[in-house]
């Protein structure tokens, strides 16, 4: 009898857990620990290139295999050139766009 009741006991302990958890409250919208439902088109429109034009120089600009000025200048852009990148930022990118 003694081993019937244990079995019992086991047999029941995983229905007791799944019970505990349905109590938990929904989660409210904008809780941080919920992340959002993205869908396969909104998470590839963030990787696509953006085109960028060279505007506001007198002759051309440097592009430096890193950031700041004594890096080693690798390629030149002059005015109204395009360009498509998949990272940006406006503005001076003397400290860096990376």
Not at 12 to 34: F, I, M, N, Y
Not at 63 to 78: E, L, Q
């Amino acid at each position: 009898m003694k081993f019937l009741t244990t079995a019992f006991a086991l047999a029941l302990l995983p229905l007791t857990l799944v019970a505990a958890d349905s109590h938990r409250p929904a989660p409210e919208e904008g809780d941080p620990s919920v992340s959002p439902v993205i869908s396969p088109a909104e998470l590839f429109e963030r990787a696509t290139l953006v085109t960028c034009s060279i505007i506001n120089v007198s002759s051309y600009v440097n592009c430096r295999d890193g950031p700041g000025t004594a890096n080693k200048v690798i390629a030149t852009a002059r005015n109204g050139d395009k360009y498509k990148f998949s990272c940006f930022a406006k503005g001076e990118c003397i400290n860096g766009n990376w």
